[in-house]
């Protein structure tokens, strides 16, 4: 598995326990499992998962079931200097981050002395980076990348433009808050389609 099938489990098991807790009536219930059932197998989550999450009865039962996915999630690639240096060839004395979780869906961090967000995501089985200048300013908003709504920053990123010193800018609105957004990511669609709108062409 891997983790964003492992985001997608949390939140349909949270949705049964959400569902438990306010109603009795069977058939709701069991309306509600078929749903999650059906989100979960599109998702290819492993047939013992499913059946672990449908039999939720409690709160008490969610961590042991989480701790059994995460044991089973593959570990994000470490993202060492070499990787670092070879996706930002430009950038100086760039440091590899702390990664305190490698259950992720990707790695990212910020450096505060340049205001810039790193981020490093997998595509196709390879490392892949994207950065831009995170405004400090924050909002409430919906965040383009987990579609969650947050309190949310101005993230802008820069290509050279056609005319030499020009430049074409990508902006959206994110998560202030990293592991909120990352989190929040429960497909791979959610996170290319937001690289798609920020990555740099050149
Ligand atoms: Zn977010």
């Not at 570990?75 to 259950?103: G, I, M």
């Amino acid at each position: 598995m891997n983790a964003f099938q492992m985001h997608l489990i949390e939140k349909q098991a949270m949705k049964l326990l959400n569902s438990l807790s306010t109603s009795k009536d069977e058939k709701v219930l069991e309306a509600v499992r078929g749903l999650i059932e059906t989100t979960l197998t599109e998702a290819e989550v492993p047939q013992f998962i499913i059946e672990d999450v449908l039999a939720l009865k409690d709160r008490q039962q969610l961590e042991p079931l989480l701790s059994v996915v995460k044991e089973n999630v593959q570990p994000f690639p470490e993202v060492s200097e070499q990787v670092l240096k070879r996706l930002w060839k430009k950038e100086k004395k760039l440091k590899a981050p702390k990664v305190a979780n490698p259950q992720v869906t990707f790695v990212a961090w910020d450096d505060s002395s340049t205001r810039t967000r790193f981020f490093v995501y997998e595509q196709e089985g390879e490392l892949t980076g994207v950065k831009g200048i995170l405004s400090t300013e924050q909002i409430k908003g919906v965040c383009a990348l987990c579609r969650q709504h947050q309190s949310v920053s101005l993230f802008t990123t820069k290509e050279k433009g056609d005319v030499e010193g020009t430049y074409k800018k990508y902006s959206q609105y994110i998560c202030a808050d990293i592991e909120k957004c990352e989190k929040g990511i429960d497909s791979e669609e959610k996170l290319y389609s937001f690289m798609e709108t920020v990555k740099p062409r050149a």
